[in-house]
């Protein structure tokens, strides 16, 4: 290695040095101004006044009085005059739907059980009961799939409405006609 190169890492290193030594030295200042308490005022023979706070000869104390901090309040939300006469839109179901059985299907040897299926968007929101109409009865089930009792052979007429938490019915579907068909044995 060349002695230039030894020469070069120590006037980097110097540079760098430089570089940080005006942040050092104005970090101390602010310390140090942070931490006094006290402030001395002088007037040298030339009517220039001088500050410092180290006390010297002829040099009086200044008291600061503390700077006001006023904290603003937190603003609370407010709503704009737009926004405030809006009234609320209530939740609404967009579609319901009785997807089984469908429309005019006959079914075949069922033994008396049915299984609908209802589709609904969005889905059943919370204290929202689906209530069933089969054949002019109603009936509250549990959800939009569930089977129902004692269907036999005939014409059958299905509707299905959600309802909220206070009875109110919220959507009702389209009228549903299916059929319901039995083998018979002959002997």
């Not at 940080?20 to 220039?48: F, N, Q």
């Not at 929101?125 to 054949?135: L, S």
Request: proline share 6%.
């Amino acid at each position: 290695m060349s002695p230039g190169y030894y020469h070069q890492i120590a006037s980097d290193c110097y540079a760098n040095c430089m570089e940080t030594r005006p942040i050092l030295l104005l970090v101390a200042l602010l310390a140090s101004a942070a931490s006094a308490s006290d402030i001395y005022k002088w007037v040298d023979e030339d009517g220039v006044i001088h500050f410092s706070d180290q006390p010297r000869e002829g040099a009086e104390r200044v008291t600061l009085q503390r700077t006001n901090v006023i904290r603003p309040p937190v603003p609370a939300i407010q709503r704009t005059n737009e926004e405030a006469a809006q009234p609320e839109t209530p939740f609404r179901y967009e579609k319901l739907e009785v997807v089984s059985p469908a429309a005019e299907e006959t079914l075949w040897n069922i033994e008396g059980v049915l299984n609908v299926s209802l589709a609904l968007t969005p889905g059943l929101q919370e204290g929202h009961q689906v209530r069933v109409y089969h054949n002019g009865q109603p009936q509250i089930v549990s959800g939009t799939s569930f089977r129902l009792q004692e269907v036999w052979r005939g014409v059958h007429n299905l509707q299905a409405e959600v309802i909220d938490a206070d009875g109110q019915m919220v959507i009702r579907s389209q009228p549903n006609r299916f059929y319901v068909q039995q083998n018979t044995v002959n002997f």
